[in-house]
T-cell receptor
Framework: EAGVAQSPRYKIIEKRQSVAFWCNPI?????LYWYQQILGQGPKLLIQ????????DSQLPKDRFSAERLKGVDSTLKIQPAKLEDSAVYLC?????????FGNGTRLTVT | RKEVEQDPGPFNVPEGATVAFNCTYS??????FFWYRQDCRKEPKLLMS???SGNEDGRFTAQLNRASQYISLLIRDSKLSDSATYLC????????????FGQGTELSVKP
């Protein structure tokens, strides 16, 4: 089966700029997650979708981060404006029950 | 206190050594438990689930102690290819199965 697809793989932006990441989950996976992984740390959940509804966004910095999954399939994560501390790998994952299947991630560098 | 805490690394061991990773979790609502493996600059991948009775997969043995809220992973006869970061993961049944990751323990197996 095709895995979780993410793009872009790498992104370098200056602070205060905007950036968007895209994720296409595994076909049939109703649950989609965005994680942020800072170097040397484990992944931290930003937002969890069940189909196109939000299940958990308690750790999403909503003043600058937004995410949507309009048709219950693809999802986008946006940061506006970016800060230096947003430099991290943004991982998308999907699941049908357990376990999680991760995409390759987008490595964001904010300068 | 972190919800999921792992041994700080890195662990540097020779080929053929036995190495054990420990993980503790603080939330008694934790329902399911996993070990993920993450290679450098790659996404996390499921290594094995952890069952109450303990389970083994080849050279890998996982143990769970619910009373002590403790999980372990034992790797026997370690190989160079085992070098990676090992992430302890717990799922919270009262938060829609939300997965919480530990910070990871890095293993380096040397010839």
């Amino acid at each position: 089966e095709a895995g979780v697809a993410q793009s872009p793989r790498y992104k370098i932006i200056e602070k205060r700029q905007s950036v968007a990441f895209w994720c296409n989950p595994i076909s049939g996976h109703a649950t989609l997650y965005w994680y942020q992984q800072i170097l040397g740390q484990g992944p931290k959940l930003l937002i969890q979708f069940q189909n196109n509804g939000v299940v958990d966004d308690s750790q999403l910095p909503k003043d600058r981060f937004s995410a949507e999954r309009l048709k219950g399939v693809d999802s986008t994560l946006k940061i506006q404006p970016a800060k230096l501390e947003d430099s991290a790998v943004y991982l998308c994952a999907s699941s049908f029950d357990s376990p999680l299947h991760f995409g390759n991630g987008t490595r964001l560098t904010v300068t | 206190r972190k919800e999921v805490e792992q041994d700080p690394g890195p662990f540097n061991v020779p080929e053929g050594a036995t190495v054990a990773f420990n993980c503790t979790y603080s939330n008694s609502a934790s329902q399911s438990f996993f070990w993920y493996r993450q290679d450098c600059r790659k996404e996390p991948k499921l290594l094995m689930s952890v069952y109450s009775s303990g389970n083994e997969d080849g050279r890998f043995t996982a143990q769970l102690n619910r009373a002590s809220q403790y999980i372990s992973l034992l790797i026997r006869d370690s190989k160079l290819s085992d070098s990676a970061t090992y992430l302890c993961v717990v799922s919270l049944y009262n938060q829609g199965g939300k997965l919480i990751f530990g910070q990871g323990t890095e293993l380096s197996v040397k010839p």
